[in-house]
């Protein structure tokens, strides 16, 4: 199963795919990015994504023509990342919210 948020923020259109990135769900990303404001810088957030098959991997290489960066913070997403010659951002730009964290950055607050 693919789920896809999408958000606008500081003049770039940051894509988040969860789950596994295949078949016709990876064709409606492509679909969904090409349908986009070309004004706007493309993020591709591959953090969530547990398995990309060969139809995704197109995609990926696919945004990749049309100037997109990729976040890849956990290790299949670098893997996938270095494997596709896909330019990455080692972790989330700072002003990216992440759901459920306060700060913004994926640090949840201490406890004390």
Known sequence: MLRVQTQELDGA????????????????????????DSK????VDLTDVMFIDAIGEE?????????AQFVA???????????????FIGKRKSNMQVPGNSDGQGHRPRRR
């Open 13 to 36: 259109l940051i894509c988040r795919p969860e789950g596994r990135f295949t078949g016709k769900g990876a064709e409606e990303v492509r679909t969904l990015v090409t349908r986009c």
């Open 40 to 43: 706007l810088e493309l993020v």
């Open 59 to 67: 995609v990926l290489l696919f945004a990749k023509r049309l100037g």
């Open 73 to 87: 913070e956990t290790s299949y997403s670098r893997d996938v990342c270095e494997r596709l010659q896909l330019p």
